[in-house]
Structures are given as structure tokens and as C-alpha cells.
């Protein structure tokens, strides 16, 4: 509901409690109480009616209470009824964190009903009445401190819910995004290289149909390989999504890549040095996969050239070299789409901790090192 429909329902539930009970003398100030009159029920309505701002206003709905309330015990009205809205306004002042207000307010009715009390040649000296009042007043400043501290735990805890339950959503898009982007990476590596020996092969098929027909078969042969590897590399990619613990593909591979690479037109030298071990298998499956976007890069731009694919087991990396003498391929630069050429090697590098840089190279060809940290014991 409305906060002011709800503070107007306050007031007019105030006014109808306070006026009938007063009038039904539930409530005793003395022995010398004056009837109820017009003016004193202009008084309790005020006061009561005051209620209706006290959220919106609620020092003002207090002072406006607190001074009807002090006439009315002035005048000697009957009950005690009066000084409800009083008590309402102090509860809600503290609620809303005007603590100093709230205090102010209890002390300024308090002194004023005391020194009515002890000025009245009338009515008895202040006993307990007095402290009754003053527990009242203590009790409001002390429930509306609790009850904002408790609506202040409240809150926090829904913010720190929904920063949490933002977090997990974010967390999940981050790596939804980052899943999208590792398959792309895979299906990109594994069936560009595929595609880029079919299209060698299919090209020397159609050159020596007329001139060596005899020779064809060894192309189409090789085209039918190159086939059946792409359907592995896409089920093994298949199944690490299903199970992303299962990885297969590294740096065993290579000589089968080797092989296929040799089998397109390129002279490979593959060459090992160090001793081998068993390496992580983020690390093994980024090491592949950059061997193999390098090979496809020589397949596609550097056209016939002899490649020199190296492998060093460091204590603490492994480097990966693929160097050619042909030439030397466009290197894509940040404007390109990520996952594609160098670019997509050096994100699988960085993936892992790793570097990666590749240029013209020395000799002329095109060179990729790529150094990839393993982390294990010498």
C-alpha cells in the first residue's frame, strides 16, 4: 500500500481509538479531570490527525502532537490517551534515523509534563505517573532504534542476495561466452586444417587427371583421409563438450599431423629435443592446436615450402617452433576477428600462461615460437 494512504489509515485508526476511550474514562490523570469539551476533542483530533505526515514530516507531526498534547493536560482533560501520537511520532523519528530528534522530542514532552505535575496546586506531586510516561517515551527511542537496525540488516542482506545472484548470472554469460568462443577456436583449428589439405589435394587431383591420371588416386586417397580425420577431430571436440575432462588431442598427434601436412605437398622436418614428459592437458591440446593453425597457415599462403616443426621439453616449458621458407603469409592484426590465424594461436598461448610470437623470419618463410609454461618438476 501507498506509504500515505497507510500513515492516513494510521491517524484515522488513532482518532477512532483514542476519542471512544477517552470518552469510556479507560484512562485516570487525577482526581480533579475537567469533562471532555469541544475544545479538548479538537485537541485529541489534531493530535491524532498528525499522524497522517509522519513519515513525510515527522519532526513537524511530532512538535504539532506533542504541544496538543501538553494542552490538553494543561486544561486537566481527562486520560492518557493523549500523549499517544506523541509516543507514534518519537517511534517513527528514531525509524527513520532522527535519533537526535526522536530524544529531543521525548525530553521537550517529558519536561513539559513534569512541570505541569509539580506546578499544579491541584493535583498530586509526580510519582508514577511520571516514570510511567518516561519509560514510554524511553521505549519508543529504544524499539524504533532496534527496529531500523533490523530493517537496516534486512536491506543488506537482500543487496548482498542480489549482488550475489548478479554475480552468478555474470559469471554464467562470462563463461557461456567463453565456451562459444573455445569451440569456435576448436572447429576453426581442426576443420580449416582439414579443409585447407582437401582443397591441396583436390587441386593436384584436377592438374594431373590429364597429364598423369595414374597419379590421381593417390590425391583422392588422401582427400578421403583427410575426410575421416576431420570427422575425429570434430567427434573428439564433440566429446569434450559432453565430458570436459576427456582430452585427447596433443602433441601425440603431431607426427599424424606431420603426416598429413607431408601428404598435402609440404617437406616437414619434425625434430624433438629434451626429454619428454607428460605434459598438462590445457597445455598438450594448446600446443597441438598451434602446431596445426601454423601448418594450415603454410598450406594457405606460403605455398610449396619446406617446414621445420620443433618441439623442447624444458624443466619448466615447452617450445613450440614452426618455421617455413616460403613466403611469408599476412599477419593479422588486432582489427581481425579473434580465433582466426596468429591471433587465434596467441590466444591459446596466452590461455595457458604462456607467449607466443610469430613474424618473417630470419632466413626469410615465416616463423611461429610459441612458449608454453608446464609448471613441473625437473
Known sequence: MNPRKMDALVALGALVAIVPGTYANLSWTGPFERPLDPLGLTLITVAALSLAFRRTAPLAAGIVAAACGVVYYAAHYPGVFAAAPVLASIYTLAVLGRRRAAIWL??????????????????????????????????????????????????????????AERTREEAALRRAGEERLWIAQELHDSLTHSISVVNVQAALAMELLERHPERVREALAAIKESGHEAMRELRSTLGVLRHPEEVETGLSELPRLVSRAEGAGLRVAHTVSGDPYALPPAVDRAAYRIAQEALTNVLRHAGAAAVTVAVEYDPSMVVLRVENDGEPGPVPGPGMSPGMGVIGMRERAVAVGGSLTAGPGEGGGFAVRAELPVRVAA
Do not use: H
Open 106 to 163: 521525548a525530553v521537550a514532552l517529558a519536561g513539559a509534563v513534569y512541570g505541569l505535575m509539580a506546578l499544579s496546586p491541584a493535583d498530586p506531586a509526580a510519582g508514577n505517573s511520571m516514570t510511567l510516561l518516561s519509560g514510554w517515551l524511553v521505549a519508543m527511542v529504544v524499539a524504533g532504534e532496534v527496529i531500523r537496525g533490523r530493517r537496516a540488516y534486512l536491506r543488506a542482506v537482500e543487496q548482498r542476495a542480489e549482488e
